[in-house]
């Protein structure tokens, strides 16, 4: 087998088992936060990612030794108080998914400002060097687009979490999440067709490869 074939098989196999475990933990959560009959295991599916999230940044962190033993210390208090943990623990949840809504919706907006480069400009960037005119204004719509689909979301999952039975808002929040942003990858890129030329445009492959080089680089010049 060519090498670069493997090289694809292999990247296509570990995007499919991210995929897997992603859909996975979408399942268990919605099944956990919907439980009738909460238990320590539904606690502990909703703390899981924030709990992964602190011990790989404490292994990454310059002070390691310090940073473990202060993420052992949060496991032996959230043990501690797991009683009160299992009558609360969809609050985790909330958190987890109108927080991340909220946070994605003021970094999106917040590159809207005068002197900025809007976020899909930036991206934009990445792909087509200099940016036309025309898709200056369209990433900068886009932008637009993606800020009011964060706030959205992040306001109807707090609105669903109060007024509707948990069950409705789980299946929202931890069904429906991932089905809803394809969606909306999906209706940019027919109005991406739609509105601009041909030499404007980026595959979804190619708009994806633009997103993980600029998590990694920093602020672009303003497009003109």
């Known amino acids: 087998m060519k090498p670069g074939l493997t090289a694809k098989l292999l990247r296509g196999a570990r995007w499919a088992a991210v995929a897997a475990v992603g859909i996975a933990y979408s399942v268990a959560a919605h099944l956990a936060a919907a439980d009738p009959s909460p238990d320590w295991l539904d606690a502990a599916v909703a703390i899981a990612p924030l709990l992964l999230l602190a011990l790989v940044l404490a292994w990454r962190s310059p002070h390691r030794p310090l940073m473990l033993l202060l993420c052992a210390a949060t496991i032996a208090v959230l043990y501690a108080a797991s009683a009160w943990l299992v009558q609360h623990f969809n609050w985790v949840f909330l958190l987890q998914h109108a927080g991340m809504q909220v946070l994605l919706g003021l970094?999106?907006?917040?590159?809207?400002?005068?002197?900025?480069?809007?976020?899909?400009?930036?991206?934009?960037a990445l792909i087509h060097g200099p940016l036309s005119p025309a898709l200056a204004r369209y990433t900068r719509q886009v932008t637009w687009a993606w800020t009011l689909y964060f706030a959205c979301m992040g306001a109807l999952s707090l609105l669903l979490f109060w007024l509707a039975p948990v069950a409705i808002w789980s299946a929202f929040a931890n069904l429906l999440n991932l089905p809803l942003v394809i969606v909306m990858f999906a209706a940019e890129y027919v109005a991406r067709l739609c509105l601009l030329d041909p030499s404007d445009r980026a595959g979804p492959l190619q708009a994806f490869r633009a997103y993980r080089q600029a998590s990694g680089t920093g602020p672009l010049p303003p497009s003109s």
Do not use: C, E, I, K
């Open 107 to 124: 970094a999106f907006g917040r590159t809207l400002r005068a002197g900025q480069v809007p976020m899909v400009s930036r991206f934009a």
